[in-house]
């Protein structure tokens, strides 16, 4: 099994910086893709940003393309999610999940495994 624990949401105003951390923990050496997916009040949890634990390979949503960062740090098996010029379309529940499939991937079905979540809310 693998056990994963979001940590960093909080409010900020637009404009603002929040960066999100997902330790994993458990049975993770059969897994290589990790990702983080939000979900808005209302709304279908949707793809933010993906990697691939072995290359580093990375793919982004285009809303947030060129704000949010996706990185890992291999040895301590934690990922985060570098958030920059946040505005108010990015309050949601920020999820991260890991798959035992090659990475990345921008699809629900591909993971295995998910957090229970971090709020992130963003004021105007």
């Known amino acids: 099994q693998v056990q994963l624990v979001e940590s960093g949401g909080g409010l900020v105003q637009a404009g603002g910086s929040l960066r999100l951390s997902c330790a994993a923990s458990?049975?993770?050496?059969?897994?290589?893709?990790m990702g983080w997916f939000r979900q808005a009040p209302g709304k279908e949890r949707e793809f933010v940003a993906a990697?691939?634990?072995?290359?580093?390979?990375?793919l982004y949503a285009d809303s947030v393309k060129g704000r949010f960062v996706i990185s890992r740090e291999n040895d301590r098996n934690l990922v985060y999610l570098q958030m920059n010029t946040l505005k108010p379309e990015d309050t949601a529940v920020y999820h991260c999940?890991?798959?035992?499939?090659?990475?990345?991937?921008?699809?629900?079905?591909?993971?295995?495994?998910w957090g229970q979540g971090t709020q992130v809310t963003v004021s105007s």
């Open positions: 990697l691939s634990w072995r290359t580093g390979g990375t």
């Open positions: 458990g049975r993770t050496f059969k897994s290589d893709a």
């Open positions: 999940a890991m798959g035992n499939r090659r990475g990345p991937i921008t699809y629900e079905g591909g993971y295995d495994y």
